[in-house]
């Protein structure tokens, strides 16, 4: 089975940072997506940053652009969120997803797996 575990969130000041890390098992496809969701109490969930193993891109939602850095660890089949310059409204529960393919990132109806969430609470 396909398993992805998140963790890393934690509580921190506006103007902080987070590192936040998702490692995957038990998959073997070769093309996939993988990256990072985030929800807010009444809200969809938004697409945040995302790895393309199909064009080697990455991609960012507008509102973390030049804040937040998403790397891959191939040899430990984990990917990372580094968050910078936290504000508070990116405080929300994180999630990891795993699309097999490619084309509906950043579309959480599209993701064909899902890790635990993992909190993010900034504080102004």
């Known amino acids: 089975d396909v398993q992805l575990q998140a963790s890393g969130g934690g509580s921190v000041q506006a103007g902080g940072s987070l590192r936040l890390s998702c490692t995957a098992s038990g998959f073997t496809f070769h093309d996939y997506t993988i990256g990072w969701f985030r929800q807010t109490p009444g809200k969809e969930r938004e697409g945040v940053s995302w790895f393309s193993s199909v064009d080697q891109k990455t991609n960012y939602a507008d509102s973390v652009k030049g804040r937040f850095t998403i790397s891959k660890d191939n040899a430990e089949n984990t990917v990372y969120l580094q968050m910078d310059s936290l504000k508070p409204e990116d405080t929300a529960i994180y999630l990891c997803?795993?699309?097999?393919?490619?084309?509906?990132?950043?579309?959480?109806?599209?993701?064909?797996?899902w890790g635990k969430g993992t909190q993010v609470t900034v504080s102004s």
């Open positions: 997803a795993l699309e097999i393919g490619r084309g509906y990132f950043p579309l959480a109806r599209g993701m064909n797996y």
